[in-house]
């Protein structure tokens, strides 16, 4: 019986390394899908239409909204960010895990609508770090690293909301951490009741004499 495909949102300080982690954990394992967000927000240099996102202005988002072509939106320092349904049904039903790699609102709203989601949150070992990797990455102004650092602090109000923390001071081992959280996952009863059925069927039977 194909495996049922589980929906796994990632959420993280801007800076913690969520989009280099999620390239390796889908380039590691053919199991993972990851969903390609829709944002008004503009292109960073080295940034691909469709590959990073589905860069789209305020009003082709709005009707998005409206279509209910979005399982989830959120705005975030002054854009909107939304997943795309189709492709996250499509691949579930295929029986692939599917990552979002969304912000706060965006998580407690799909753990509303799938209560077996799975959350986790990434972060840097240290504030200092994250910081940092913000300002080398140069693509944004002062004025929005701020704004960023502001939402980190909201954010960091929300952590257990979320089922597991993973720290991203190693690439290497933050990937694994992460893949064998959702291995253990797939693990969980609720995913195999069709065995413990059939088994418990057969001991039924068998404890009868037959
Ligand atoms: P960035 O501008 O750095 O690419 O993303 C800013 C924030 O928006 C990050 O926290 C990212 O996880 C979040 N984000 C990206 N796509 C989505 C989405 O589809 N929905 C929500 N709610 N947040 C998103």
Known sequence: MARQGILIV???FSGAGKGTIMKE???????YALSVSVT?????AGETEGKDYFFRTREEFEQMIEEGALIEYACYVNNYYGTPRAYVEEQLLKGRDVILEIEIQGARKIKKQFPHAVLL??????AQVLKERLAKRGTETPEVIRQRLQRAVEESEGIEEYDYLVVNDE???????????IESEHQRIRYHMELVQSMREELRSFSKGD
């Open 25 to 31: 954990l889908i380039q590691r394992y053919e199991q």
């Open 171 to 181: 690439l290497d081992v933050c990937v694994e951490q992460i893949h064998s959280i």
């Open 121 to 126: 949150f990434v972060t840097a070992k240290d």
């Open 40 to 44: 008004t927000r503009g292109k960073r």
């Open 10 to 12: 990632v959420s993280g």
